[in-house]
């Protein structure tokens, strides 16, 4: 409890401190949101107890988008779609190889095999590909047509609106229709005691709390990374798709990686691949209306390498968690996989 408190600490002095130098200003408020990020995945995945392995896996996802989706939302306030877009390609490449890949590579050293619920990834995988449609049909539409570009968004808002009808769909279908099919073999406590109650009200005021905070945090975050960008010319691509997902997404990412050495593997897959789908799903249409509103237009249009990277991360971790186990090796490649991605992203941006 005291490295908790410690941490909020750390992030509201962070807060105070602004210098005339934007570099030294990023990493200040970088280091102000690494705790938070890691108190949010440490409230949620203490808040799992309570709710069990999926509903556990779901939140520790929600929350843990939350440091992302709000530098996103103030990007786009600021104009940075580009980079936006690149966070969010990111964050899906980063959850599905490199977040996956040290959690199968640590949890299989520990332990020889790793098994987990088929049915759960092949779920999820079809909710991925889902997204992945709408990515492609809408790029083919921008390059084979003459539309403006206020077209295009006019069509990206719509679809941005089926996707999220379908996550909710899909949360539906798991947490409550078939919830069966997705329980493994979670033990529900049905009496909580009073200090139980008491402890799980804590945790909730302590993800509210820094929710706050980090909501603060990252509007300083955002504006002087684009005084960052603009001093020094840096490509607002590279830094999206590196500096964004790693940072915003530090607390779950550590999460998932913790339940693959304990041997949970179900969960990590829930955290890692639920993630995803938020982002595909949910996130990005949400950003999508949310720059209507915020007189932006950021439309659902992405670049070809966006969508092949994007097809391919997801591709294979398909094969990788198709047969319902992992090994230590498959982990490495999609290591392996993701640096070979991040390295070929550098000399493009």
């Known amino acids: 409890m005291i490295k908790k408190y410690l941490f909020i600490i750390i992030a509201i002095i962070s807060l105070f401190i602004n210098t005339s130098s934007s570099l030294i200003n990023t990493i200040v408020y970088s280091i102000g949101v690494i705790p938070l990020a890691i108190l949010l995945g440490d409230f949620t995945s203490d808040f799992s107890q309570y709710v069990g392995e999926k509903r556990g896996g779901l939140l520790a996802a929600t929350i843990g988008n939350l440091p992302e989706l709000m530098m996103s939302m103030w990007s786009i306030s600021y104009g940075m779609i580009s980079m936006v877009k690149s966070a969010l390609v990111g964050s899906i490449i980063s959850n599905m190889l490199l977040v996956l890949g040290i959690s199968i590579f640590f949890g299989g050293i520990r332990y020889k095999e790793q098994r987990f619920n088929r049915l759960i990834a092949r779920t999820n995988f079809n909710m991925l590909l889902l997204a992945m449609s709408a990515m492609v049909i809408l790029a083919s539409l921008n390059h084979y047509s003459k539309l403006s570009s206020q077209v295009m968004f006019n069509i990206s808002l719509k679809i941005s609106v089926v996707l999220i009808g379908v996550y909710l769909l899909g949360l539906v279908f798991s947490l409550y229709t078939h919830s069966n099919l997705f329980v493994i073999s979670e033990i529900k406590e049905e009496i909580i005691t009073k200090a139980g109650k008491k402890r799980r009200n804590m ?17 300083k975050l955002v504006f002087n990374v684009k005084e960052l960008i603009t001093n020094y010319n840096l490509s607002q691509q590279f830094i999206g798709i590196i500096f964004i997902p790693v940072l915003g997404n530090i607390g779950e990412n550590f999460s998932a990686i913790i339940c693959a050495t304990k041997n949970k593997v179900n ?3 829930e955290i890692a691949i639920g993630s995803s789908i938020q982002i595909a799903l949910f996130v990005t249409p949400l950003l999508v209306i949310s720059s209507y509103f915020l007189g932006m237009q950021m439309n659902f249009v992405f670049s070809n390498y966006q969508i092949i990277m994007s097809s391919i991360a997801i591709a294979m971790s398909f094969f990788v968690f198709q047969d319902g186990k992992t090994y230590w090796l498959e982990g490495a490649i999609l290591i392996a996989i993701y640096l070979m991605i991040t390295m070929g992203y550098y000399y493009l941006a």
């Open 203 to 219: 945790i909730i005021i302590g993800i509210i709390v820094c929710s706050i905070i980090l909501f603060l945090i990252s509007e």
């Open 267 to 269: 969960m990590s897959l």
